[in-house]
């Protein structure tokens, strides 16, 4: 796909639902007793895996556009599957799967695809290995095909080495099916939907601080849900909005979940005009409305307990830099390079190749801002947060910008190249 420059972005977007909370929504339903009916559910490929799965596991689940209804099996009322689970490209999928299947009466095997099977899952196997579950990496790397045979699990007072939401949440859906009380605790603390909706759904769950405690349920509870948009694709035209030159965007609808919007903070920081109305709780979930306009923007320092509130926003914030006076300095997100390809290295090839002055670092990247990009081919690796950065990048490009594997941006935003198109069209 090709990208040529654009200014004058003007309008307003709503962006699809949060994944997040559309793969829990369908997850937590699935185990509940009733029909838990979803209404701004993301119809992104992620998300289709979690609902297909599910589907494989004898939930009846029908869908009509965004709108959802999962009839739920009650927490014992999973079927065995009669294949291997498919998650596609969703990590989220693998690891909050594998917490419910740990406590299972029945043994059950995932797979994904390429980019699934390099990523890491001993950060899952560990804990549920120690509440006495029974989980095998079927290549003996550590990684997908997984193997899980359900048993009886013990709680756990778990102290992840990692701030991920994926890991926390794992442990704590095991932690509905166990004996006694699972405690997990991040050494910063990550989005927090798990602990949020599970709650509506009736479990017995508390958290404080970095710390959430979870007592095995008897039943969970269907739920209505309506899914905010997901700040994690409003990125895209918040950064465009940022240094497309005269542009104002208004994104409506956002999800503004306090452990989810870092990108806010940074934003300001480099002095970017960037400000939020019609703020309101939904379903529990703070939204609200996002307004962007073209920016002077200067350098900051990334780092520290925000990385894990904007973790999915780096390679587009790196973009960002590139457009601001002086250095940026993005530390702490080592996990970029275990996300849908290694986005440190992906990030630093592609901005280079546009003309960025950017190093790349053990934890983080390094931007010198004020470069001017001019077009390239770039491939996406097939991560659909680099295909968008990169088709924003390209809009703020001398020459043409070449993408390929662009299509992948399904995976997380299917409309997002109809939206771009809208925007730029004025
Ligand atoms: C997610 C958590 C994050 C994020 C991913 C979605 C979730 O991963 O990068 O896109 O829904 O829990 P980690 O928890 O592994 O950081």
């Not at 993301?42 to 589907?55: E, K, M, P, Q, V």
């Not at 756990?156 to 939401?165: F, M, R």
């Not at 970095?210 to 739920?223: C, G, N, R």
């Amino acid at each position: 796909m090709e990208f040529s420059q654009k200014k004058g972005l003007r309008g307003e977007i709503t962006v699809p639902g949060d994944k997040s909370i559309s793969h829990r929504s369908v997850m937590f339903g699935a185990i509940s007793k009733g029909t838990t009916e979803i209404s701004n559910f993301l119809t992104g490929a992620d998300c289709l895996s979690t609902i297909s799965c599910f589907r494989q596991m004898g939930v009846d689940i029908e869908t009509d556009g965004n709108h959802v209804l999962v009839h739920g099996n009650g927490l014992h009322g999973l079927k065995a599957p009669s294949q291997r689970l498919d998650v596609g490209n969703s990590g989220t999928t693998t690891r909050l799967l594998s917490g419910i299947l740990a406590g299972q009466r029945f043994a059950s095997e995932l797979d994904g695809d390429a980019s699934i099977r390099k990523r890491p899952m001993r950060r899952i196997m560990t804990p549920l290995q120690s509440m006495g579950a029974e989980i095998t990496s079927l290549n003996q790397n550590d990684c997908a095909p997984l193997r899980i045979v359900g048993k009886s699990l013990k709680g756990i007072d778990y102290l992840s080495p990692v701030a991920s939401a994926q890991v926390k949440s794992c442990v704590l859906l095991a932690g509905l099916y166990a004996e006694g009380e699972t405690r997990v605790t991040e050494p910063e603390l990550s989005r927090n939907h798990t602990e949020l909706m599970l709650s509506a759904f009736g479990a017995d769950l508390t958290s404080s601080g970095k710390t959430a405690v979870i007592h095995p349920a008897k039943e969970l509870y269907a739920q209505k849900i309506i899914v905010p948009g997901d700040i994690s694709s409003a990125v895209y035209w918040v950064v465009a909005g940022l240094i497309t030159p005269d542009s104002e965007i208004t994104i409506r609808n956002v999800g503004l979940n306090p452990t989810r919007d870092g990108i806010l903070e940074v934003c300001r920081s480099m002095n970017g005009q960037v400000s939020v109305s019609n703020e309101r709780i939904q379903g529990g979930e703070k939204v609200g409305d996002i307004t962007v306009k073209t920016s002077e923007l200067k350098g900051t320092v990334i780092g520290g307990s925000v990385i894990p509130r904007l973790i999915d926003e780096l390679p587009t914030m790196a973009l960002l830099a590139c457009f601001a006076q002086g250095d940026t300095v993005i530390r702490d997100a080592q996990e970029l390079k275990v996300k849908e390809s290694d986005r440190i290295a992906v990030m630093v090839e592609n901005l280079t190749k546009m003309g960025a002055d950017v190093e790349g670092t053990e934890d983080g990247m390094v931007i010198h801002g004020k470069c001017r990009l001019h077009g390239a081919e770039l491939d996406s690796c097939l991560d659909h947060r680099i295909a968008m950065t990169f088709a924003i990048a390209g809009i703020n490009a001398s020459g043409t910008t070449k993408i390929k594997g662009a299509e992948c941006v399904n995976i997380s935003y299917p409309s997002f190249y109809e939206d771009l198109a809208r925007l730029t069209r004025g």
